[in-house]
């Protein structure tokens, strides 16, 4: 038969341990968070998803277009690339997390 396997089935790799995110934004969904960019830019928006690469999904986005008129303008539902985030913070205030890079004694 032409281009049958004829060598051992596919073995799925070993059992990995999950690797874990960073930040844990889970106590943040469904509420509003500000993201500032590399670049300046900086949106506000209700936070409805996220992954381990800090890519997030923010609903009722609202970009401020400039610091020296203040107008806002509507983006609606986003896809936001987390090597590109600078800045999270929630709008409701902020907390000091501990350094996940920081070496433990």
Do not use: C, W
Request: no cysteine.
């Amino acid at each position: 038969m032409r281009g049958a396997r004829t060598g051992p089935p596919n073995i799925p790799p070993a059992d990995k341990p999950k690797r874990e995110a960073i930040l844990d934004l889970s106590k943040y969904a469904n509420h509003k968070i500000r993201v500032k960019f590399t670049g300046g830019r900086e949106v506000v928006g209700v936070l409805k998803g996220f992954d381990q690469l800090l890519n997030l999904v923010l609903d009722d986005v609202e970009e401020d277009v400039s610091a020296s008129n203040p107008t806002k303008r509507s983006l609606g539902l986003v896809v936001l690339r987390g090597p590109t985030i600078t800045l999270l913070s929630p709008l409701d205030g902020f907390e000091e997390i501990a350094n996940p890079f920081l070496a433990e004694e």
